[in-house]
């Protein structure tokens, strides 16, 4: 059975670079019909993305659509995605867990020492940027590290 992947807030980005990498790892893809269509959907769904776009296909804020997934299912793996590099979109995200008393690192292609993070790592988001998707070498790394991360 192949796990879906639910595009919680979709974004241009996350329809052209993520979904079909998404795709390539064997996930289905879903998307929400809108904020109240998120909760729902997070009952069934394996893991989610989150665009960081300040526009989105949702109208809803990257944090109102984290605590919609939160509430329904805090153990769902998610995927926070952006055209930020890790270094700039990682302490953004630190500081919106923080705000939601969420318990986990960010973690991403590379930590902010330059080595390889680990998405097995207990408590933790995985981070992909538009760099990430960019190249064999860097695709095939993110492949990897969505296969860890949702399993």
């Known amino acids: 059975m192949n796990k ?8 241009p980005f996350i329809a052209t670079e993520m979904a079909p990498l998404l795709e390539q790892c064997g996930y289905k893809v879903v998307k929400p019909d809108g904020l ?4 729902v959907k997070a009952k069934t769904c394996h893991a989610a ?13 990257v944090e109102e659509v984290l605590r919609e997934i939160y509430q329904v299912n805090p153990q769902m ?3 926070f ?3 930020l590099p890790y270094e ?3 302490s953004t995200l630190t500081d919106l ?11 991403g292609v590379a930590s902010d020492t330059g080595a390889p993070a680990s998405a097995t790592t207990a408590a933790s988001y995985l981070y992909l940027a538009k760099e990430d998707m960019m190249g064999l ?3 095939e790394y993110a492949r990897q590290l969505l296969l860890q991360h949702i399993g």
């Open 77 to 79: 793996p998610i995927i």
């Open 4 to 11: 879906t992947v639910l595009l919680a807030r979709p974004h």
């Open 88 to 90: 700039r979109a990682a």
């Open 97 to 107: 867990l923080d705000k939601l008393d969420i318990k986990a690192r960010v973690i």
């Open 49 to 61: 993305v989150i665009s960081l776009a300040i526009i989105a296909n949702i109208n809803a804020t």
């Open 36 to 39: 109240a269509d998120i909760s």
């Open 81 to 83: 995605a952006s055209l």
């Open 137 to 139: 070498k860097a695709r």
